[in-house]
């Protein structure tokens, strides 16, 4: 800096390289090529550098979200919700599995606005629960069923956000939850979903769209979609031939309801006497 005077630090430094390139036996144009050829060798190291972090950093975000959705599928909460579901179904049978949900539902509904309980102790609550459970109502029952079937639909829209994100793919959504389970669920979601909307008249068209992605994800058919359940409790044509066939078509581990036919018309009959009012044709 003394010696190049006011110039300032920039001419100071290229005096510096070039007194440097003279110690090195090296003209100022070659010095000042090699100068170039280093930045730019460093700028793509840092180029590189910073396109692995980014990808290392994009794979740990996917790892953890993809722990939370398996760790949430394991919850006792969504156990809960399969449960009551695979056991209503198994208790009630594919013909009456709708209907009979959206009777519950109604109940429920009346209860809150009228202000009131029924009295009648519920023969489906029963099979489930005892009284020291708290659930001895259809209305109570009624909830219980409606809040599983919005738990289970709750989860499977998280996993197509979290896919349309980015945040997990869809190797990850085949690895888990997996075909399998993707199916069980849009077989006991499906039905309550239809019967709901023609019991109500309203679209739920982001109830069906919820349901519609994770086919789409898992490659599950459409042709079950509009008879799945129905308005009138009719069975799917795919989505119940495992229940019909006594076969298990979902987990083999979870799913109650692969039962024989005959077992599950006989139990479904016999409990819908007992819970009182539940005959055919019951629209809810």
């Given at each position: 800096?003394?010696r190049?005077?006011?110039?300032?630090?920039?001419?100071?430094?290229?005096?510096?390289?070039?007194?440097?390139g003279r110690r090195?036996?090296?003209?100022?144009?070659e010095?000042?090529?090699?100068?170039?050829?280093?930045?730019?060798?460093?700028?793509?190291?840092?180029?590189?550098?910073?396109?692995?972090?980014?990808?290392?950093?994009?794979?740990g975000?996917?790892?953890?979200?993809?722990?939370?959705i398996?760790?949430?599928?394991?919850?006792?909460?969504?156990?809960q919700?399969?449960?009551t579901?695979?056991?209503?179904l198994?208790?009630?049978?594919?013909?009456?599995?709708?209907?009979?949900?959206?009777?519950?539902?109604?109940?429920?509904?009346d209860?809150?606005?009228?202000?009131?309980?029924?009295?009648?102790?519920?023969?489906?609550?029963?099979?489930?629960?005892?009284?020291?459970?708290?659930?001895?109502?259809?209305?109570?029952?009624?909830?219980?069923?409606?809040?599983?079937?919005?738990?289970?639909?709750h989860y499977l829209?998280?996993?197509?956000?979290?896919?349309?994100?980015g945040?997990i793919?869809?190797d990850m959504?085949?690895?888990f939850?997996?075909?399998?389970?993707?199916?069980?669920?849009?077989?006991?979601?499906?039905?309550?979903?239809d019967?709901?909307?023609v019991m109500?008249?309203?679209?739920?068209?982001e109830?069906?769209?919820?349901?519609?992605?994770?086919?789409?994800?898992?490659?599950?058919?459409?042709?079950?979609?509009?008879?799945?359940?129905?308005?009138?409790?009719?069975r799917?044509?795919n989505?119940?031939?495992?229940?019909?066939?006594?076969?298990?078509?979902a987990?083999?581990?979870k799913?109650?309801?692969?039962?024989?036919?005959?077992?599950?018309d006989q139990?479904?009959?016999?409990?819908?006497d007992?819970?009182?009012?539940a005959?055919?044709?019951?629209?809810?």
């Amino acid at each position: 800096l003394k010696r190049s005077g006011s110039k300032g630090l920039p001419h100071a430094c290229l005096e510096a390289a070039a007194r440097i390139g003279r110690r090195f036996g090296l003209g100022s144009a070659e010095m000042g090529s090699r100068i170039e050829i280093l930045a730019m060798f460093v700028s793509i190291c840092s180029l590189v550098s910073s396109a692995l972090y980014t990808y290392v950093y994009i794979r740990g975000q996917q790892a953890t979200f993809f722990n939370e959705i398996h760790s949430q599928y394991a919850s006792p909460e969504i156990m809960q919700a399969f449960d009551t579901l695979e056991g209503f179904l198994h208790v009630t049978g594919p013909d009456k599995y709708a209907s009979e949900y959206a009777r519950l539902k109604k109940t429920a509904r009346d209860s809150y606005f009228q202000g009131q309980e029924a009295t009648r102790r519920n023969m489906l609550s029963s099979l489930f629960f005892s009284k020291e459970q708290g659930v001895h109502t259809d209305a109570e029952f009624g909830q219980l069923v409606d809040s599983s079937r919005r738990r289970l639909l709750h989860y499977l829209a998280k996993l197509l956000m979290f896919n349309r994100m980015g945040y997990i793919t869809r190797d990850m959504l085949n690895e888990f939850p997996g075909r399998n389970r993707a199916a069980h669920a849009v077989r006991l979601l499906q039905p309550l979903v239809d019967h709901t909307a023609v019991m109500y008249k309203i679209g739920l068209e982001e109830h069906r769209q919820v349901l519609d992605g994770i086919r789409a994800i898992y490659g599950l058919p459409l042709e079950d979609r509009d008879a799945g359940g129905g308005g009138n409790g009719e069975r799917s044509s795919n989505g119940q031939q495992g229940l019909e066939d006594g076969t298990c078509s979902a987990d083999a581990g979870k799913n109650k309801a692969c039962i024989a036919p005959g077992a599950v018309d006989q139990k479904s009959e016999g409990a819908m006497d007992l819970a009182g009012g539940a005959g055919e044709g019951t629209p809810g």
